[in-house]
């Protein structure tokens, strides 16, 4: 079946930029999602990109996607404290089975 | 205010009873769904329901049930056989069809002991 698959953990520094990676195994994936995780709570929706899109900007996120090495990232520009959460990577997966697949999730630290 | 709400936001149960968590959506949704996680572990599928009176089982269906029976509402029972039923329940809804935006409830966390 598919795999989504995230590093566990990511710290940086306020003001920097933070890179978090995610790589996923179906190809015909259709979107791919970014939703963060504040501690106690339910998931939000950061953004997506439509598979046929290398990039996307939205204020400090800009999204890539390597379609063919299956690899997805999200930069947030100028980290604060707040973005401090869990980031998880989705994929719809193939045969539009209505499920989203998602990563681990990538815990971010931001030192101030 | 349109959203998805989850009840109570703190569960305490005993081995060997049956607990059903609440989930109600008010943003007129026909999908639901039911996750499960656990630290480290991403999020993990138990069930979930295109429309009302159908629901399929995810990846992890086993010791749990659901029911559909209004648009607005998809309540999930951890019954005693689920091994291993402490964790941290999310529920959340969308519309079916590309792209899956899903909203997501607070969460229930259940602590069986």
């Known amino acids: 079946g598919e795999d989504v698959e995230q590093s566990l953990f990511l710290s940086v520094r306020e003001g920097d930029s933070s890179v978090i990676n995610c790589t996923y195994t179906d190809s015909s994936s259709t979107y791919l999602y970014w939703y963060k995780q504040e501690p106690g709570a339910g998931l939000q929706l950061l953004t997506y990109i439509f598979s046929n899109m290398d990039m996307k900007q939205d204020q400090r996120l800009t999204v890539l996607l390597n379609k063919k090495d299956k690899h997805l990232s999200l930069r947030i520009a100028d980290t604060q404290t707040g973005d401090s959460a869990i980031y998880f990577c989705a994929v719809d997966g193939s045969g539009n089975t209505g499920k989203l697949i998602f990563g681990q999730g990538t815990t971010l630290q931001v030192k101030p | 205010d349109g959203g998805i709400t989850q009840s109570p936001k703190y569960l305490f149960r005993k081995e060997g009873q049956n607990v059903t968590l609440s989930c109600e959506q008010n943003?007129?949704?026909?999908?639901m769904y039911w996750y499960r996680q656990d630290p480290g572990q991403g999020l993990r599928l138990i069930y979930y329901s295109q429309i009302v009176n159908d629901f399929q089982k995810g990846d992890i269906a086993e010791g749990y049930s659901v029911s559909r029976e209004k648009k607005e509402s998809f309540p999930l029972t951890v019954t005693s056989a689920q091994k291993n039923p402490t964790a941290f329940y999310l529920c959340?809804?969308?519309?079916?069809?590309?792209?899956?935006?899903?909203?997501f409830g607070p969460g229930t966390r259940l602590t069986v002991t």
């Open positions: 959340a809804s969308s519309e079916t069809g590309n792209p899956l935006e899903q909203y």
């Open positions: 943003l007129n949704h026909d999908a």
